[in-house]
């Protein structure tokens, strides 16, 4: 390996905004955004090496790092990867060149200040997902918040104070919780490496009490119902941009935080409360999205859609099989995707008549046909359609659910039905039928910069769907080295907490 991968994946894209932040100017536009496109790529190209030089047979850690940071707290600024982490980043790092070209003509002030939380978010994001030293991710979790924090706080909607503050409480009292959990690992092993903190023997009671810390944290962040109530908020007063990195990676975080920490610390605690969870995921799967079948603006259909879909996430997980586990990878792929191009695409149409209403539209197909077929194609692959990536982890999930218990793969199934219900629902109002009235009659098709991005999530979606091969071999041998992880008890006989 040349060069430290993982830090200049992490450093450069903050380096970029930071430079971006520096030189760029609303009276210097057309160059702001070609610097930070250029940092864009040139963060998204240093993040490939990750997937060409992986080593799928390796199930450790890959591309680590590891230098003395605090030393007197044994706090080492440490780097690694395995087959959770590395589809996670790539993502992040393609989702922001996307996010910069969305954002080319619609952000017209503030224009560096916008771009540079993004290049800045990305790089943090990387970091939560190559972190091995407990605080070096409690650092990048907790800083990763501010840019979002200002992207909504400064080009949200109306109510985009009340937003914020909701995300932000949210997520920060989680975290706290989070942190009395990583203190009392410390405690027990004088280190805050993660790999320290697998190997650390607990009694029940501890590894249920630290589960459910990382909980408090990690359920917020996906969100798992009935801790989902700032994800809608935070969508329908986010601009494009911030609503498409929340839901395409932002939400992915929780669960792989899940896979990192609070399975492999307390594994006989995840199981003990492994049915607790898998009935908040059938609930998420199921109530959540009833809730988004009566919902009238899109961005907050789609927002509890992505609820639903998430529940399928931690579904995976918890059913404790390969089939399951590897399921719910390939949906937080899937996911981050096509929510990415769900909200790009009301993103076009709000950007032309200003609003977000359903019942604003009607007809649109005649007056963007191009349009209506990129969105028809995401609304079908949103709705669970074969051959699209979204058919593929919902389908290994309720395979792997009903090796099981039939009963979890019925519930889990009924996804195929009201996912159909409220996605077609959508459909049929906004883009079929007649014109609804003189701003559809208006309306422009796609312009090559938009139609470039939907050309480039529509070949994901389609191309992961017929052929979702790189990610599973990718996730593979991890998952059996993590199941076999879990499945190894780690009590303590007599201990207290």
Same mark, same amino acid.
């Given at each position: *390996?040349?060069?430290?991968?993982?830090?200049?994946?992490?450093?450069? !894209?903050?380096?970029?905004?930071?430079?971006?932040?520096?030189?760029?100017?609303?009276?210097?536009?057309?160059?702001?955004?070609?610097?930070?496109?250029?940092?864009? %790529?040139?963060?998204?190209?240093?993040?490939?090496?990750?997937?060409?030089?992986?080593?799928?047979?390796?199930?450790?850690?890959?591309?680590?790092?590891?230098?003395?940071?605090?030393?007197?707290?044994?706090?080492?600024?440490?780097?690694?990867?395995?087959?959770?982490?590395?589809?996670?980043?790539?993502?992040?790092?393609?989702?922001?060149?996307?996010?910069?070209?969305?954002?080319?003509?619609?952000?017209?002030?503030?224009?560096?200040?916008?771009?540079?939380?993004?290049?800045?978010?990305?790089?943090?994001?990387?970091?939560?997902?190559?972190?091995?030293?407990?605080?070096?991710?409690?650092?990048?979790?907790?800083?990763?918040?501010?840019? *979002?924090?200002?992207?909504?706080?400064?080009?949200?909607?109306?109510?985009?104070?009340?937003?914020?503050?909701?995300?932000?409480?949210?997520?920060?009292?989680?975290?706290?919780?989070?942190?009395?959990?990583?203190?009392?690992?410390?405690?027990?092993?004088?280190?805050?490496?993660?790999?320290?903190?697998?190997?650390?023997?607990?009694?029940?009671?501890?590894?249920?009490?630290?589960?459910?810390?990382?909980?408090? #944290?990690?359920?917020?962040?996906?969100?798992?119902?009935?801790?989902?109530?700032?994800?809608?908020?935070?969508?329908?007063?986010?601009?494009?941009?911030?609503?498409?990195?929340?839901?395409?990676?932002?939400?992915?975080?929780?669960?792989?935080?899940?896979?990192?920490?609070?399975?492999?610390?307390?594994?006989?605690? #995840?199981? #003990?409360?492994?049915?607790?969870?898998?009935?908040?995921?059938?609930?998420?799967?199921?109530?959540?999205?009833?809730?988004?079948?009566?919902?009238?603006?899109?961005?907050?259909?789609?927002?509890?859609?992505?609820?639903?879909?998430?529940?399928?996430?931690?579904?995976?997980?918890?059913?404790?099989? !390969?089939?399951?586990?590897?399921?719910?990878?390939?949906?937080?792929? =899937?996911?981050?995707?096509?929510?990415?191009?769900?909200? %790009?695409?009301?993103?076009?149409?709000?950007?032309?008549?200003?609003?977000?209403?359903? =019942?604003?539209?009607?007809?649109?197909?005649?007056?963007?046909?191009?349009?209506?077929?990129?969105?028809?194609?995401?609304?079908?692959?949103?709705?669970?359609?074969? #051959?699209?990536?979204?058919?593929?982890?919902?389908?290994?999930?309720?395979?792997?659910?009903?090796?099981?218990?039939?009963?979890?793969?019925?519930?889990?199934?009924?996804?195929?039905?009201?996912?159909?219900?409220?996605?077609?629902?959508?459909?049929?109002?906004?883009?079929?039928?007649?014109?609804?009235?003189?701003?559809?009659?208006?309306?422009?098709?796609?312009?090559?910069?938009?139609?470039?991005? %939907?050309?480039?999530?529509?070949?994901?979606?389609?191309?992961?769907?017929?052929?979702?091969?790189?990610?599973?071999?990718?996730?593979?041998?991890?998952?059996?080295?993590?199941?076999?992880?879990?499945?190894?008890?780690?009590?303590?006989?007599?201990?207290?907490?």
């Amino acid at each position: *390996m040349a060069y430290p991968i993982l830090s200049v994946s992490i450093w450069l !894209p903050i380096l970029a905004g930071v430079i971006v932040l520096l030189l760029g100017d609303d009276r210097r536009a057309c160059f702001t955004r070609w610097l930070a496109l250029a940092g864009g %790529l040139m963060a998204f190209l240093v993040t490939l090496p990750l997937y060409t030089q992986f080593n799928y047979a390796d199930t450790g850690f890959q591309f680590q790092e590891l230098s003395n940071w605090i030393p007197a707290f044994n706090i080492f600024y440490h780097l690694g990867v395995d087959g959770f982490a590395v589809p996670l980043i790539l993502l992040t790092s393609l989702t922001t060149v996307i996010v910069i070209i969305a954002a080319w003509e619609v952000i017209e002030k503030n224009i560096a200040q916008y771009m540079a939380c993004f290049l800045i978010m990305s790089g943090l994001m990387i970091g939560v997902f190559s972190a091995l030293d407990a605080i070096l991710y409690y650092v990048f979790w907790e800083a990763m918040l501010i840019p *979002m924090f200002l992207v909504i706080g400064m080009w949200g909607g109306p109510n985009r104070v009340y937003a914020t503050i909701k995300f932000f409480l949210y997520t920060l009292l989680g975290s706290l919780l989070m942190l009395v959990a990583f203190i009392y690992l410390f405690h027990q092993t004088g280190s805050f490496a993660i790999s320290d903190f697998y190997q650390v023997p607990l009694d029940l009671n501890a590894q249920k009490l630290i589960f459910l810390a990382f909980f408090a #944290a990690f359920a917020v962040k996906i969100p798992m119902w009935p801790v989902h109530t700032w994800l809608p908020d935070a969508h329908v007063e986010a601009p494009t941009g911030g609503s498409v990195v929340l839901a395409a990676i932002m939400l992915k975080l929780g669960g792989y935080s899940f896979l990192r920490f609070a399975m492999p610390i307390a594994p006989d605690g #995840a199981h #003990a409360l492994g049915g607790m969870m898998i009935t908040l995921s059938l609930i998420a799967i199921v109530y959540i999205a009833l809730v988004a079948l009566v919902q009238k603006d899109m961005k907050k259909l789609i927002a509890y859609s992505s609820i639903s879909h998430m529940g399928f996430v931690t579904l995976g997980f918890f059913i404790f099989n !390969p089939l399951g586990l590897e399921g719910g990878m390939v949906q937080m792929i =899937s996911h981050g995707f096509i929510s990415a191009a769900m909200f %790009l695409c009301v993103g076009v149409l709000y950007d032309r008549v200003h609003s977000r209403e359903i =019942s604003a539209y009607g007809g649109v197909v005649n007056t963007m046909p191009i349009f209506a077929a990129f969105a028809v194609l995401f609304a079908m692959a949103n709705s669970g359609l074969p #051959a699209t990536s979204g058919f593929v982890g919902e389908f290994m999930v309720i395979l792997g659910s009903l090796q099981l218990n039939f009963w979890y793969a019925f519930l889990a199934a009924t996804t195929l039905i009201f996912g159909a219900a409220y996605t077609l629902w959508m459909v049929k109002r906004v883009f079929f039928g007649g014109i609804a009235n003189h701003h559809v009659a208006e309306l422009k098709d796609l312009n090559k910069r938009e139609f470039l991005i %939907l050309s480039v999530l529509a070949l994901l979606v389609i191309g992961f769907g017929i052929y979702p091969k790189p990610i599973t071999d990718m996730t593979h041998a991890t998952a059996l080295q993590f199941l076999q992880h879990m499945a190894t008890p780690k009590l303590l006989p007599q201990a207290g907490f």
